[in-house]
């Protein structure tokens, strides 16, 4: 998108996760009381449980990818879930990566090759995955890493009989 006018969006929230790449361009982006300035290179994920306002100034180009949740991996839905919303800023050559990864989406999404849906929701989950590990997430604080890890774990063994001595070994 190119937005040849400032653009404010009221404040709102999807039934999918989105994500909001910003090429160049400013503005403000909020999440809750908290407001963050929108600088090149800024992507930001949304899930389903953030409400968000952006405040684009005139020249922003972006790109905004909707996903359907049902289309992620579960530990990637579920880290999403958990440290909602993820941010990162993007170096000039990440940029030109992430782009060319938006350019393999579109290109499936027009073409509709043979097996394009696979290749295409194979793409959304690797460009979620760089993300997450390049967002805030790396910088908490040790004990808040802890927490993610145990809640991740708990998630995928919560049918399993563990007492807790086992799973802190783990």
Known sequence: RFFDETYTSRLHWHGFVEVEF???GTGTHQYGEIKEPIKNGDI??????DSHQLAIDKGMRS???AIDPDIL?????N???LTHPLHCTLSEEEIQH???KVDILCHEQQHRELLSRVKANATINDMLVDIVRKSSLNTMPINNRIVHNMV???QANYRTNISLVEM???
């Open 168 to 170: 802190a070994a783990e």
């Open 79 to 81: 880290q999403l879930t």
């Open 44 to 49: 930001w994920v949304l899930s389903t449980y």
């Open 73 to 77: 991996h579960e530990k990637l839905l």
């Open 22 to 24: 910003f090429i160049e």
């Open 63 to 65: 790109v905004n990818i």
């Open 98 to 100: 992430f782009i060319s």
């Open 152 to 154: 991740d774990y708990l």
